[in-house]
């Protein structure tokens, strides 16, 4: 399973126990890969779908139809995960209510999850329960007060996560009643594999549902029925022709012995008795997962190997040749000094004739070295004189005139051998870079605008049709289609006309949701530096305060009638601070060095968030800020800056991610440990240095929370995904839950999974209310305490400014204004 990227395994357990007996195969849970005609973008899903009627005898043939169905609606509708499985459950009550006319129909519950690359869509219909075992942690999804799907509701609730390597899915159509959150989190101590034997133990034997390990691999899924049945499939499509099924093979030493002494039917009847499920021998021995081992690796391949060879054949052969001819030459030297005489007239004649015919015989040889490469390899030529007759002198011009030889036939290999090495790096390297050039300018050129086009013209086509739909629900449909279109568009370039339609498509899915309108103005006077980043906003009646990404600063802003205008003067930024001291008050032992009074500093580096404090109670400091390694620095309005450094909490930082100030108290999120440390308001004596937990040991899962507020008894967490944690600390332990959506008494809903919400602001008195901004589309959502949705504010992209910019920070300016950044602008808006 995947896309591109990491391939994921899927090994699928069933489980059907009843008073710890396993029943064998569970005919409610069916697993779909994409069909050859489906929507584009579910080519890649996997869909995993758990029924249960109540009664599986009465309904057992029935499940089979009703889960294909269920993938036919999925796979043949089209826009997200969610309208997916709204289509699909639609299809399914459709079916039942043709099925059953005037019969009351049959409570069934169904748990569908859905995978694309490491994104796991679940949805359920009744009391459902999923569960899913991280390495660190495990999240429960289920709805207790959800009834079935034939008792008069058909409404899905949608849960997302994100899956990894390793994890464990556990899908149930019912909560199981032994299981409780402490079951739960005591799991996570234990290994994936005692994690399932653990809450099959606390279920007391009977349970019904499947487990799925995550593991990567080459896409396939192991679904084993019965045991020791098992069956491969590939995550293809679903008409391609089957593969025979492969058995898992076994690992152990006895692997070999089981298989001999015992048949398939009797161990299949071991595989029946209590207990089998919980890890008995016999299961030890037979493996869930199966072993791939990867082919041989292929022999390495030289191209230069002859060549290399060749060179050092010939290399040998010269040497070899070098040591006879000196050999050979120091042997005829010495036999022509033993035969040398006192010359007299005969031997000088002799000696001239003799000289005469060396001198013929030089040219003759010269010429005959031509056309071969050694005169030697035939000694039976008779235009070569025998070895025998030769003086020594003659000897030794004829191993000279070998040597030469020699040297010339290895220039001439060295140039041969020089001309392949070039042909080999012109066609193999040359070549191959200049046909993937010519091939990257013709795709540049020409694929990317095709490309374009293509999605552009979907998109168009589809806001066709979404414009002459009447039904809410398919206007949605068709609207989000659009926009994924529109998405695909912009990959490969942009027009005034794909922005429009961009716009467009916002407008009516913001209708549909009820948002209301207001305009957003630029709202500075004059503009920032460039790579200015704002991403934090806060103000008060006389000013805006916004922190600088780029320079760890914080800046701050008059309030004019013409915008908003920077104030130079202001200084709270990085540097060297001495150790605040309670105003009036004389040096400490602690700040004497030398019997010298001089002050102790503190070097504050880039500040990640800071809170405005309340005007008046403590001295002229108007906002604390912090950096990233604890370091409070104090920043005033006219006067000198100063610092303390809050001590190191019993588990110590692993970040620190946002600050809160509320009721006095300091609230400092570590999201990364999990924890939000308290710090005490002391009037003049600032902030109190000593960390208090504010959960204790009842924190919730906070490792993606980006931004937080406490307000009394309540604190609400901004997750990564756009969705909410609200705990409630009214009791001794805080009740924490998890909020995907947003509604009212009036019928509006908004869904959080489909937002991109950044940041979490309250306004001050008399709107004591939450804020939500949603980075891409400059939309605002608020809340009441109790997380009821009163109002869904939208931006008029036509009418306004700001269009498509990215949300980078926000606030609320005078309780009745919205003030937001992207990078370094600012932008405006009232409340409507």
Not at 360 to 366: C, E, L, P, V
Not at 413 to 419: A, E, F, G, R, Y
Not at 528 to 537: A, E, K, S, V
Not at 676 to 687: M, V
Request: proline residues 5%; contains cysteine; charged residues 20%.
């Amino acid at each position: 399973m995947g896309n591109g990227g990491i391939l994921f395994d899927l090994n699928i357990l069933p489980m059907n126990l009843i008073n710890n007996r396993n029943l064998g195969e569970l005919p409610g849970l069916q697993v779909f890969s994409a069909p050859k005609k489906c929507d584009k973008s579910r080519q890649n899903d996997v869909l995993i779908v758990l029924i249960s009627s109540g009664n599986l005898h009465q309904y057992g043939q029935e499940l089979a139809v009703w889960g294909k169905i269920i993938s036919n609606g999925y796979f043949s509708a089209r826009g997200s995960f969610t309208m997916g499985i709204n289509a699909a459950v639609k299809k399914i009550g459709d079916y039942l209510q043709k099925t059953c006319p005037g019969m009351v129909l049959p409570n069934v519950v169904i748990n569908m999850i859905v995978m694309r690359d490491r994104t796991l869509m679940i949805g359920h219909t009744g009391p459902a329960n999923t569960t899913i075992v991280y390495a660190d942690h495990i999240d429960n999804f289920s709805n207790e007060l959800s009834i079935g799907f034939g008792q008069g509701e058909q409404n899905v609730r949608f849960y997302q996560a994100e899956i990894h390597s390793g994890d464990l899915i556990l899908m149930c159509p019912y909560i199981p009643k032994g299981w409780t959150n402490e079951a739960i989190l005591d799991a996570t101590s234990e290994s994936p594999l005692n994690v399932v034997r653990y809450l099959l133990d606390q279920a007391h034997g009977n349970l019904q549902g499947a487990v799925i390990q995550v593991k990567a691999g080459h896409g396939e899924i192991l679904y084993r029925y019965k045991p020791p049945i098992s069956t491969n499939i590939a995550l293809g499509f679903e008409n391609e022709p089957e593969r025979k099924p492969e058995i898992p093979e076994k690992q152990s030493t006895n692997a070999k012995k089981t298989a001999n002494l015992l048949s398939s039917e009797k161990a299949v009847s071991l595989m029946d008795k209590p207990g089998v499920l919980m890890g008995n021998d016999q299961e030890s021995e037979r493996p869930l997962y199966r072993l791939r081992v990867p082919f041989e690796s292929l022999p390495d391949f030289n191209p230069l190997e002859n060549i290399t060879r060749e060179n050092q054949l010939h290399e040998e052969y010269v040497a070899k040749s070098d040591e006879e001819s000196n050999g050979a030459t120091e042997k005829f030297v010495q036999e022509g000094t033993d035969n040398l005489k006192v010359p007299d007239e005969k031997s000088s004649s002799s000696d001239a004739q003799k000289a005469e015919e060396l001198g013929t015989f030089s040219d003759a040889g010269s010429t005959e070295a031509e056309n071969s490469v050694d005169s030697r390899h035939d000694p039976t030529d008779p235009a070569i004189p025998d070895q025998r007759t030769l003086s020594a002198r003659e000897r030794i011009a004829r191993k000279k005139l070998s040597l030469n030889d020699s040297a010339l036939n290895e220039k001439t290999i060295k140039k041969k051998n020089t001309k392949n090495l070039i042909l080999l790096l012109v066609f193999g390297f040359l070549i191959p870079i200049c046909t993937a050039l010519i091939f990257f300018f013709i795709y540049s050129g020409r694929g990317k605008n095709e490309i374009y086009r293509e999605s552009l013209g979907l998109a168009v086509d589809t806001a066709k049709v979404a414009v002459q739909q009447a039904d809410p629900v398919l206007r949605r449909i068709s609207w989000e289609k659009v926009l994924e279109y529109l998405d695909e568009a912009d990959q490969y370039g942009s027009s005034k006309a794909s922005t429009d339609l961009r716009y467009q498509s916002y407008a009516e899915l913001e209708s549909i949701e009820k948002g209301k309108q207001t305009i957003y103005h630029y709202a500075l006077s004059n503009q920032l530096p460039n790579g200015t980043n704002l991403i934090r906003i806060e103000s008060t009646p006389q000013y805006v305060y916004a922190l600088d990404q780029t320079t760890g600063s914080i800046l701050r802003f008059f309030i004019y009638s013409n915008g908003l205008t920077l104030d130079n003067s202001f200084q709270c930024k990085p540097g060297t601070y001495p150790i605040y001291k309670k105003p009036g008050s004389e040096s400490s032992p602690l700040d004497q060095t030398d019997s010298q009074a001089t002050e102790q500093e503190l070097v504050v580096k880039n500040l990640i968030d800071f809170v405005i404090l309340p005007t008046g109670e403590f001295g002229n400091i108007t906002l604390a800020a912090i950096d990233g390694e604890a370091n409070l620095l104090y920043c005033a309005a006219e006067g000198k800056n100063s610092a303390v450094h809050l001590e190191t909490p019993p588990i110590g930082w692993l970040g620190l991610d946002g600050l809160f100030f509320a009721s006095k108290t300091l609230f400092v999120l570590d999201a990364r440990n999990e924890a939000i440390w308290k710090f005490d308001f002391l009037d003049d004596d600032g902030f109190s240095t000593e960390p208090k937990s504010y959960f204790g040991a009842g924190a919730p899962s906070m490792r993606d929370v980006v931004d937080f507020v406490v307000y009394g008894d309540y604190s609400y967490l901004l997750r990564s995904n756009g969705t909410l944690i609200f705990c409630d600390y009214t009791g001794y332990d805080p009740a924490c839950s998890y909020i995907f959506e947003l509604k009212n008494a009036e019928g509006q809903l908004i869904d959080l999974t489909k937002k991109h919400m950044i940041q979490i602001r309250m306004n001050a008195s008399p709107d004591t209310s939450l804020y939500l901004m949603d980075e891409k589309r400059q939309s605002v959502i608020n809340m009441t305490l109790k997380l009821n949705l009163i109002r869904y504010i939208v931006p008029d992209r036509f009418a306004g400014e700001g269009g498509g910019k990215i949300v980078t920070g926000f606030g609320l300016l005078n309780t009745s204004n919205i003030v937001w950044a992207s990078g370094s602008d600012l932008y405006i808006g009232q409340m409507p």
